[in-house]
């Protein structure tokens, strides 16, 4: 009853869908180096995100963002048995190679890095899953379309205000919800305006809602705002600054699990949420002019 | 018949349809106290690391070796694989020693068309994500599948654990398998 694995099947939508499912309920943690890959597995992190510079960092320096150094996601993968996904820029397709080539266990083409080109990358040729942001439904569809395994919400990375990601989790969740009862030529109207393919459109509406995972993510800074973004109807949450630029980041990242294993038990919450120290400062997304946002990249 | 699915984290609602698809009633269960009242626990697939820790906060994981010992029938998948076997990561309620992510990262997870002997003589359709193996069975688990590399279904006594993941498609042989060994005991 022994069977050889040369006649295995690697790299199928099954596999990279059902990566992403093992990740639900969970908290991937936005780490620089593997000190902090240790810090957010200790806290219970289900995957770690590897970058340069966190969201916050990119949007103070400026510049061109980049994947992270090839050595430093080496490092961290070594470092922790949880997974570790890695970001490529938008539309740069090589990077993504090198970061296959690496081993990373999913790649976020991802709005934070600059991106290169007006295409996304075509998701379908690689073996690893990728996520990738959006801001509405049609967006959404257009990423799975593309091969994306999951989704998350933009948001407004870097700003440690969550409501962005408020604003675009409550937007998909409502056009699914709009879809509720339309017959077939009824989703053909709306898959032209929302610019997304009719087949997505129609088994999004048989689901109730989006083909893949989605997660929240995108000024996310307290437990209580991981937990406003479950109550929405998120799968998970993606913790960019609101960990490293808090005043205690081994507690901020205990908390943030915990709130959202907790999401729907306030009493639990408020226990959780006591005396974490100062939660990252942030920026009041309002207050960034709109060639500065990091949401209007792609398409 | 109900049955305890530990809901921490993971593929919780696909299990939730697995086991219901089979004949099962599930109730889902995140803090202590509940698992005396099923018939049968379910641990799903999830991250190992994480689960494992969010187990110890609720206090779950004491409680799943009490309801070994009151003789519970116990089902667990990859992560639940891990939870259930010996390592570094596990409770060792089943004398199998596991070994984690074997084949390497994600970019090695793979599917097989498995031959399991006590599902019938159709194939099963394994999905294996960063899956773990067990390397080394006692004398007492009954091996009902294995790849190159290692075992990937076994079962002692009423615990019964996969490498693979029998909740992602529409099969739910092994899921009616679990209902019966509760059932025959």
């Known amino acids: 009853m022994e069977i050889e694995l040369k006649e295995l099947r690697h790299g199928t939508e099954l596999l990279k869908r059902g990566f992403a499912s093992m990740q639900k309920g969970g908290v991937i943690m936005d780490v620089t180096n593997p000190k902090e890959a240790k810090i957010a597995e200790e806290a219970g992190a289900v995957a770690v995100m590897a970058l340069h510079k966190v969201p916050a960092d990119i949007r103070a320096s400026g510049g061109i963002a980049r994947m992270a150094d090839p050595a430093v996601i080496s490092a961290i993968i070594e470092a922790v048995t949880i997974p570790v996904m890695a970001k490529t820029r938008i539309g740069h397709f090589v990077e993504s190679e090198i970061l296959e080539a690496l081993g990373v266990d999913m790649i976020d083409e991802s709005e934070v890095l600059t991106p290169v080109d007006t295409h996304h990358i075509d998701k379908t040729r690689f073996t690893v899953p990728f996520v990738c942001g959006a801001r509405d439904l049609g967006e959404a569809l257009r990423r799975i379309a593309e091969g994306a395994a999951m989704i998350r919400t933009k948001g407004e990375a870097g700003t440690g205000d969550v409501k962005e990601a408020v604003r675009h989790m409550k937007l998909i969740m409502g056009t699914i919800r709009e879809l509720r009862g339309k017959n077939e030529e009824e989703l053909m109207d709306i898959a032209r305006k929302i610019e997304a393919p009719i087949d997505l459109v129609v088994e999004t509406a048989k689901l109730g809602r989006l083909p893949v995972v989605n997660f929240a993510a995108g000024g996310i800074a307290t437990p209580a705002d991981a937990a406003l973004m479950m109550k929405l109807g998120a799968d998970g949450v993606f913790v960019g600054s609101g960990i490293f630029k808090s005043s205690d980041p081994v507690r901020m990242a205990h908390a943030i699990v915990d709130a959202v294993n907790n999401f729907d038990d306030p009493a639990k919450l408020a226990e959780i949420s006591k005396g974490l120290g100062d939660p990252m400062k942030g920026i009041e997304v309002g207050s960034i002019p709109r060639e500065e946002l990091l949401q209007v990249r792609g398409w | ?185």
Request: with cysteine; proline share 3%.
């Open chain 2, 1 to 185: 018949m109900k049955i305890a699915l530990i809901a921490l984290q993971g593929d919780v609602s696909e299990h939730k349809r697995a086991i219901e698809a089979a004949g099962g009633e599930v109730v889902l269960v995140k803090c202590r106290g509940f698992l005396t009242d099923c018939e049968g626990i379910v641990i799903p697939g999830g991250e190992s690391t994480t689960f494992m820790r969010l187990m110890r906060r609720a206090g779950i994981d004491r409680e799943l070796v009490e309801a070994k010992d009151a003789g519970k029938a116990i089902f667990g998948t990859c992560a639940g694989l891990v939870i259930l076997g010996r390592s570094e990561y596990g409770l060792g309620l089943i004398d199998a020693e596991v070994e984690r992510n074997v084949f390497g990262t994600q970019r090695e997870s793979f599917e097989a068309m498995l031959k399991i002997p006590v599902l019938g003589e159709e194939p099963f359709r394994a999905i294996f994500i960063r899956a773990p193996v067990i390397k080394e069975a006692g004398v007492g688990v009954e091996v009902l599948a294995r790849i190159e590399g290692g075992i990937v279904l076994a079962r002692q006594g009423k615990i019964l654990v996969s490498a693979f993941h029998p909740e992602l498609l529409g099969d739910s042989r092994l899921f009616e398998y679990f209902l019966r060994m509760i059932e025959d005991a």
